[in-house]
């Protein structure tokens, strides 16, 4: 069974590699890519603040956020798609949208599960 490497790249170092963080060896890639959503998703929620809009989350997020990514151990083994980039535009969407409405009713920040 292949195993699959997630790395960090820093958008705000971008193509510096040796800004380039490891965060773990994973048994198969749905692990993987699950580490890398839970990588986002913290970032986006340390980001988000009541009133910022999807736009403005987002072009934080590509400015200074992690960008999290799945390599095979084995380059033999098959690649993984995901880009967090188009995973965290979709997760800013649903995080203000959610966000706005529990700030209204109870004054909290979102989290996602």
Request: glycine residues 4%; proline residues 6%.
């Amino acid at each position: 069974m292949p195993n699959y490497r997630v790395l960090i790249n820093d958008n705000a170092h971008y193509m510096d590699e040796s800004e380039r963080a490891d965060h773990g060896i994973f048994a198969n890639a749905d692990e993987a890519i699950a580490a890398c959503k839970n990588i986002v998703d913290d970032e986006l929620h340390t980001m988000w603040k009541p009133g910022t809009t999807a736009k403005e989350l987002y072009k934080l997020y590509v400015a200074f956020g992690p960008d999290s990514f799945v390599v095979p151990l084995n380059p033999k083994d098959p690649d993984v798609e995901f880009s967090a980039w188009t995973y965290a535009k979709e997760r800013c969407k649903e995080l203000v949208r959610l966000g706005d409405r529990l700030s209204l009713i109870v004054g909290c920040k979102p989290r996602f599960t």
